[in-house]
């Protein structure tokens, strides 16, 4: 009798914690660039890398070089976008200013030989 009452217990509460988040990809009508990047959560920053694979038996890789680094504002516009040559080097810096309402104000680019601004 004691088994089945506890047994009982923990079923009703792992049925009653039933507290699932629902995430599900958008494939148009974005709101933010998070979003239309399909990343989820409190995201800061991320970066992806390249490595190329060695060798017959295609198990080793070289060390990963960076190519491309994207920091977001808290409300999930893209800040800052830095990409990178095959060799880890800056090519191009992207910096992006919102006003209060998260409007594009203005648009800093900055490369190896160009420097280029783009206002609202």
């Given at each position: 009798m004691?088994?089945?009452?506890?047994l009982i217990l923990i079923l009703s509460l792992?049925?009653?914690c039933k507290n699932e988040l629902?995430?599900?990809?958008?494939?148009?009508d974005f709101e933010t660039d998070l979003e239309?990047?399909?990343?989820?959560g409190n995201v800061k920053e991320y970066s992806q890398f390249r490595?190329?694979?060695?060798?017959?038996?295609?198990?080793?890789?070289?060390?990963?070089i960076i190519r491309l680094k994207e920091s977001f504002n808290k409300s999930g516009f893209v800040k800052r976008m830095?990409?990178?040559?095959t060799f880890g080097k800056t090519l191009q810096?992207?910096?992006?200013?919102?006003d209060s309402n998260n409007y594009l104000q203005k648009r800093i680019?900055?490369?190896?030989?160009?420097?280029?601004?783009?206002?609202?």
């Open positions: 004691k088994n089945t009452f506890h792992f049925i009653s629902i995430i599900q990809p958008k494939y148009w239309a990047k399909n990343l989820f490595a190329n694979i060695q060798g017959s038996d295609k198990r080793q890789t070289e060390k990963p830095e990409y990178f040559d810096i992207t910096e992006n200013f919102y680019t900055k490369g190896g030989t160009f420097l280029k601004i783009w206002l609202s």
